[in-house]
Structures are given as C-alpha cells and as structure tokens.
C-alpha cells in the first residue's frame, strides 16, 4: 500500500474522529509536509477531510470510489485482497491480472472503475461503465487444467452469495451467469495459464452491473440485463460490496483447497436457475438442445436430449428455452 492508502486507512478506522499530522507522520515514517501532500491530493480525489492545526485530520465524507484504501479498511480476508491494484480506467482488469500473475502472490485483485476494453467469454465485448464493479482475482491453486471449471462454479456461488445478502434473489445460469428475475447481472470470465498436468495462475475476472443504467446499454442486452441499483430501486455502496464478496470468495476458495468442493457444488445447485430447465447449448462445434439434469463432479452439465440420450457440456454458450 502507498502513503495515501494507508493515510486513507487510518483516517477511515478512526471513524471521524481527529487524527494528528504528527501522529500519521511518525506511525508512517515520513515528514509532516509529506502527509499534508497527501491529504491535499485525496481532497482533490473527492474526499472531505477537515483539519485542524492543533487537533489534525479527520475523514467527513467518502466518495464512491473503490480504491485499495476504502476497500481494505474493514476487509475481514486474509488472502482475497491482501494486495489491491487500482485503476480508474484500463482496457481489462483480466488483462493486467495476466499480466501481473507472474510477480504477485495468490489473492491479488486487479480493480477498476471502468474497462475501455472489457472482455466477456466466448470473445464477446464485455461493456464496462462507471458504476460497475469490475475487478480479477488472481489465483494460484495447485490443480490439473481439468478442474478449473469448478473454480468458475465457485465465482458464481460467492457472487451470488452476495448478491442475496443485498435481501435480492439472485440465481446461477450454467456455467456462471448470475440473475436476478431472470436477468443478468453479473458475468465471470476464468482464464488459465498451465501446463499439461498443472494451473501456474488463474485469473478469476468478474463483472457485476452495480450501479449501472442499463437503459443506456445497446438494444441487444438491454432486455436480457439488470442491475443491482434497478432491482433495489437505490444505489449500492460498492466498497461494502467488494468487500463482502471477496469474503464470500475467500469463504469458498478455503473450502476448495481443503478438497471439500461437493459442499460448494451442492450450493451451486440450490442456486441454480438451469437444472431443470429446457436449454439450447451452442459450443464451438454444435448445437444440442435438452433438459438440464444435473451438473457432474467437474462443473460439467448434464443434458437429457429429446430422444433421451445424456449429454455431457464441458463449455459452451446456455440458453433457458421455453417449455417445448
Ligand atoms: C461474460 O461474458 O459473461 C463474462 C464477463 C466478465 C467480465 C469481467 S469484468 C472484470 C474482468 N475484466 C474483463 O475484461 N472481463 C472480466
């Protein structure tokens, strides 16, 4: 963390109360003037930070942004978030998390308040607006290429965990789709780098439509799209968001490394919106039309076709049709 985070932090955990220039100076190791600076570049960030000569700094009011200060005081995980890269734009978090995986320890997450370049699966364009959250979760977890569907399953879980602890109904469309009211609020792009036997990294990529007008989307997801700020008829904090999600996931990931991933998949199902459901899966290859019954031990879907024959869908693109 840089000096004006970790001002920021002590600022926040300090809950309005006065803070001294002297005290921040000393506990940080740097001069007077250097907190000052810092205090007069997070006021022209949109914090109000009143001041005192005597009794120092205290923290009025927070803009909403989600930079590694606001999200990481108060943040109850030990790994998820333990080192924060913020970004008020870039192309795509994914993008930089690749990029960085190399270098930083497991649980890094790479933020931002919008994406010029914002990437959806099956290379689709992913729209990524101000208001959103869209954030990577670099993950270093010692499995075979194999598993790394259920890493995926697990995002959608801790999301939609989430997403229900806002008091909103949010459900799973297979792989990782989350609804709410049959709508999408939330995509999850996974990306790996491995080898033939072992995952180096996974970049666990989500995005979720916060405080988004989806009115202003383009007409071919206007319909199908939602938002947290539609469904509850207000704007959410995303700090506090962000942060209860990266504890779900945090929450999830301990399970999975303690090899207890039937516990994420049974809530997996209970979420879930396809089984059950009529769907028209679209992979690289064809097109198969089925009953949704069930999800196997590596995320895969199980079809039962018209002519009763059971399919098995490692990736593809879901539909939920109507009943035939
Ligand atoms: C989907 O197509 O449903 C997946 C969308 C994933 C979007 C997120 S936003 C954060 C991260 N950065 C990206 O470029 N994509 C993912």
Known sequence: MNIKDKILEKLI????????????????????????????????????????????YSLVKTPDT????????????????????????????????????GSVEEGTVVIAESQ????????????????GIWLSIIL???????????????????VAKTIQSFGLPAKIKWPNDVLINGKKVCGILTEIEAEI????????????????DTESFPEEFRD????????????????????????????????FQKDDFPSILEEWRNMSATIGEWVKITTQSRTIYGEAIGVDNEGALILETGEGRLEKIVAGNCEHLRMP
């Open 13 to 56: 955990l300090s809950k309005g109360k006065r803070v001294s220039g002297e005290k921040l100076a000393h506990e940080l190791s740097v001069s007077r003037t250097a907190v000052w600076k810092q205090i007069k570049e997070l006021r022209e960030e949109g914090y109000m930070i009143d001041s005192s000569t005597n009794l120092g």
């Open 66 to 101: 989600l930079n590694p200060g606001n999200i990481k005081a108060g943040l109850k995980t030990s790994i998820i978030g333990k080192d924060i890269e913020y970004f008020k734009e870039t192309e795509s978090t994914n993008i930089i998390a690749r990029e960085m995986a």
């Open 116 to 131: 010029t370049g914002g990437r959806g699966r099956m290379g689709r364009k992913w729209l990524s607006p101000e208001g």
């Open 140 to 158: 270093k977890p010692r499995i075979q290429p194999l598993y790394a569907p259920r890493i995926t399953l697990m995002a959608g879980v801790s």
């Open 197 to 212: 036997d072992m995952i180096d990294y996974c970049v666990v990529g989500i995005g979720i439509d916060a405080n988004v």
């Open 224 to 255: 199908s799209s939602t938002s947290l700020k539609k469904e509850l008829g207000h704007e959410i904090n995303r700090v506090d968001f962000v942060q209860k999600l990266m504890w779900e996931f945090e929450a999830l990931y301990l399970k």
